[in-house]
């Protein structure tokens, strides 16, 4: 199973300003994938990070607002732009399709309140 | 539209067993996964059905009907340590996954 980790674990931030979110794997995989969970609710997808080439959007999510980094196999980063309180969420990464059931492994997420 | 259907919130009793169901209705089927996700923590991956049946590890075991867009998470010899929500996931025709809003399972003494 990958490892991996995320920073900051935790930010308090003030509406309008930015955050850059990273994830670090151990190993290097093909797919990351960056997820919000806003509390008590389920995963959402915001976005696939491939290597070499622009993120995938899920609807609801544009580049704008989330831009994404990919510069090689083991890294990505997620920026949540121009924040407002309805920004404040979990975010999650995961890496997927390595392992014997192609589950996804998950970071420990950055839990970001928005003032 | 894709769609997966799983109950709240649910209580069961330390020592007891518990059944978490989960329907779906997706564009296809690649697999039904279940993850674990205790509070302030990230999911972690539980089990994994694509054939019909019953798949035992340890206490807890996942079944899968595919006909009835139906799977359930059993869990025996119930742990305070089991309280935490179980998310449901399917992977459709294209593999993206599609998640169940969760069922938060409350573990009582």
């Known amino acids: 199973s990958a490892v991996i980790s995320q920073k900051p674990s935790r930010d308090i931030c003030q509406r309008g300003t930015s955050l850059t979110i990273q994830c670090q794997v151990d190993s290097q995989v093909t797919m990351m994938f960056w997820y919000r969970q806003q509390p008590g609710q389920s995963l959402t997808l915001i976005a696939t990070?491939?290597?070499?080439?622009?993120?995938?959007?899920e609807s609801g999510f544009v580049i704008d607002k989330f831009p994404i980094s990919r510069p090689n196999l083991t890294f990505s980063t997620l920026t949540v732009s121009n924040m407002s309180p309805e920004d404040s969420s979990i975010y999650l990464c995961?890496?997927?399709?390595?392992?014997?059931?192609?589950?996804?492994?998950f970071g420990p997420g950055t839990r970001l309140t928005v003032l | 539209g894709q769609n997966i259907d799983q109950p709240t919130e649910m209580t069961a009793t330390e020592g007891a067993i518990v059944q978490i169901n989960c329907t779906y209705q997706?564009?296809?089927?690649?697999?039904l996964f279940w993850y674990q996700q205790h509070a302030g923590e990230a999911p972690t991956f539980l089990s994994y059905?694509?054939l019909d049946g019953l798949e035992e590890k340890g206490r807890f075991s996942s079944f899968l009907s595919r006909s009835k867009g139906y799977s359930y998470l059993l869990l025996k010899e119930l742990q305070m340590k089991d309280s935490a929500s179980y998310l449901c996931a399917v992977t459709d025709s294209n593999y993206q996954l599609i998640w169940g809003a969760g069922t938060k399972l409350i573990i009582k003494p």
């Open positions: 059905n694509v």
């Open positions: 997706t564009s296809g089927f690649n697999g």
């Open positions: 995961s890496v997927g399709g390595q392992a014997d059931y192609n589950e996804q492994f």
């Open positions: 990070a491939n290597q070499g080439s622009e993120a995938t959007y």
